[in-house]
Nanobody
Framework: QVLLVESGGGLVQQGGSLRLSCAAS????????MGWFRQAPGKERQFVAS????????LYADSVKGRFTISRDNAKATLYLEMNSLKPEDTAVYYC???????????????????????WGQGTQVTVSS
């Protein structure tokens, strides 16, 4: 059983920055593909970014490419999402997720599908004001 706990959300003005963290426990974090997803009210959960176990491979949604950076510290069992140049359309609840069945060098289409992930955090709210 993997427990994921997000933190770092909040209210920020357009153009501002936030750094989300996701602390993991109870599993082999260092051997797990991790992802960030987000869900706005009335919308489906949307892929944001994913990262391979070694952090050697990352993938981003087009909407956040160049603005967001996913990273991980396996020694601390923590996943991060650095968000810069935030826009009102980035407003959503952000979730981290773990896919223990994926121990890959390169993240691909599987990492973009929320159905691939077995474990989810409780989510952290990010609100960007215009």
């Amino acid at each position: 059983q993997v427990l994921l706990v997000e933190s770092g959300g909040g209210l920020v003005q357009q153009g501002g920055s936030l750094r989300l963290s996701c602390a993991a426990s109870g599993g082999a974090f260092s051997q797990t593909t991790m992802g960030w997803f987000r869900q706005a009210p009335g919308k489906e959960r949307q892929f944001v970014a994913s990262i391979s176990w070694s952090a050697g491979s990352t993938l981003y949604a087009d909407s956040v490419k160049g603005r967001f950076t996913i990273s991980r510290d396996n020694a601390k069992a923590t996943l991060y999402l650095e968000m810069n140049s935030l826009k009102p359309e980035d407003t959503a609840v952000y979730y981290c997720a773990a896919d223990p069945a994926s121990f890959v060098v390169v993240v691909g289409l599987r990492s973009q599908d929320p159905r691939s992930y077995d474990y989810w955090g409780q989510g952290t709210q990010v609100t960007v004001s215009s």
